[in-house]
């Protein structure tokens, strides 16, 4: 019992690094920049599940309020969680508790994997939308345009890696007796 819990720990610590880490991958397209941080996220879910995953959200999320610059860009602190963008990285915690709370209900392969990503980035666009919405005093179409649409085909392209990358490290875990 004791080891199982702290395997959870150390894999929610190991994915929030890992998020951390792939949140300062960054390219710019059009005109907002994507980062690895919702494709970290993704990751997370199909590789260690809903609690575990969710967990390491937290522990993000967490770590960054703090200062620390775990955010996309370097950025870090409670300014960056109550701005225009916080609402992602909240989302980034029920994000990862619905893509995984999918696959355990189903099944670890790409079919579901993918569908449970893509679930989970229309939840972590939900969050990331209603929270832009209200801090930038914008309209619901227009918090749509700006936080939602530009987001869609980079995000699903993020959904497919996350899917195959996450099952098929997911399954070696497994085989090794690591997860």
Do not use: C, D, H
């Not at 004791?2 to 949140?23: E, W, Y």
């Not at 649409?149 to 070696?172: C, D, E, H, N």
């Amino acid at each position: 019992m004791q080891s199982s819990k702290l395997r959870g720990l150390i894999l929610a610590s190991i994915f929030a690094a890992i998020t951390a880490i792939l949140a300062q991958l960054q390219v710019q397209l059009w005109v907002v920049p994507f980062s690895g941080q919702t494709l970290a996220v993704g990751l997370t879910a199909t590789i260690i599940g809903s609690k575990i995953g969710a967990l390491s959200m937290i522990a993000y999320m967490l770590i960054g309020m703090i200062g620390l610059p775990v955010f996309s860009g370097l950025e870090g602190g409670p300014q960056v969680l109550v701005g225009p963008t916080g609402g992602y990285i909240f989302g980034f915690i029920a994000t990862a508790y619905i893509t995984g709370l999918i696959l355990e209900k189903t099944s670890f392969n790409f079919k579901m994997a993918l569908i449970a990503n893509i679930i989970g980035m229309f939840v972590s666009l939900a969050f990331g939308m209603t929270q832009l919405k209200f801090v930038a005093e914008l309209s619901w179409s227009a918090a749509m345009m700006s936080g939602v649409y530009p987001f869609l085909i980079v995000g699903v392209i993020k959904a497919i890696l996350a899917s195959w990358l996450g099952i098929m490290i997911r399954k070696r875990l497994m085989k090794a007796n690591l997860l």
